[in-house]
């Protein structure tokens, strides 16, 4: 979702908080990247979460342009990415994947509705 204001440029993506608390928990740094469009002409964003909340990943960053569909590649989201994350509101946590020696590897595969329910009772 792209959506321009007079104050910015929000650029919001298919993630939230619950996949990367770290930003909105204390302001931690992620560098971020356009991989689809990394020529495009750059551009300020402030790039948002799908929560309805304050789910903002970074204010005022500067990216190659930024188009409906395009991939973003958040760097360093390291092992605390997963620790603290979390199924709120009834969310999906997603794939993990790892690049070694430039290859992708699927090192914890995404979660489906029975991965919710787990461990319910009634």
């Excluded at 560098?31 to 304050?54: H, L, M, Q, V, W």
Aim: with cysteine; proline share 3%.
């Amino acid at each position: 979702m792209l959506k321009e204001t007079s104050a910015t440029t929000f650029a919001g993506i298919n993630s939230g908080f619950n996949h990367l608390i770290r930003p909105m928990f204390y302001d931690s740094y992620h560098r971020i990247e356009n991989i689809t469009n990394s020529d495009g002409a750059e551009k300020e964003y402030t790039i948002t979460g799908n929560i309805c909340e304050t789910d903002t990943f970074a204010w005022s960053r500067p990216l190659a342009e930024v188009r409906e569909g395009d991939l973003l590649v958040f760097y360093n989201a390291g092992a605390y990415g997963f620790e603290m994350s979390s199924n709120y509101n009834a969310r999906f946590k997603p794939a993990e994947v790892l690049v070694e020696n430039g290859k992708p590897r699927l090192i914890r595969k995404r979660d489906v509705f029975e991965d919710l329910l787990r461990g319910q009772i009634l």
